[in-house]
């Protein structure tokens, strides 16, 4: 049976699922892209990820997660005692990181999902 979808995150999923079934085999890279952010930065979760996975700011940076996924997720990172709210599709959730430092977070629903903030004086 042939279907056709619209491309976005559930069309992936499902063409995974489909793949994974047929005995497709799936390579991940795991590489870490970085992105240097000047006076906001925006971090994407799409697909059980967050994009970037490391993000470079200056101290008095606010950063946004925005879910751009099909199912909650949440932003927790306990050296900062930060957690967000279960964010459905399309929520956000912003922090503003005060002090320098390397701050590692993950979902709160899904600890797999992890994710990195470096913050420079």
């Known amino acids: 049976?042939?279907?056709?979808?619209?491309?976005?995150?559930?069309?992936?999923?499902?063409?995974?699922?489909?793949?994974?079934?047929?005995?497709?085999?799936?390579?991940?890279?795991?590489?870490?892209?970085?992105?240097?952010?000047?006076?906001?930065?925006?971090?994407?979760?799409?697909?059980?990820?967050?994009?970037?996975?490391?993000?470079?700011?200056?101290?008095?940076?606010?950063?946004?997660?925005?879910?751009?996924?099909?199912i909650p997720h949440s932003i927790l990172c306990p050296s900062l005692n930060m957690h967000s709210h279960a964010m459905d599709t399309n929520d956000s959730f912003s922090y503003t990181f005060?002090?320098?430092g390397v701050f590692n977070y993950i979902c709160g629903i899904h600890p797999h999902m992890h994710g990195q903030v470096v913050v420079s004086a």
Do not use: S
């Open 1 to 70: 049976m042939l279907r056709t979808m619209q491309p976005g995150p559930r069309a992936r999923r499902e063409m995974l699922r489909a793949m994974l079934g047929a005995g497709v085999g799936v390579i991940v890279t795991m590489g870490m892209r970085v992105v240097h952010a000047a006076d906001g930065a925006q971090i994407a979760i799409d697909n059980f990820t967050f994009a970037p996975q490391l993000l470079q700011v200056k101290a008095g940076t606010t950063v946004t997660w925005v879910n751009r996924d099909d």
């Open 98 to 100: 005060t002090k320098a």
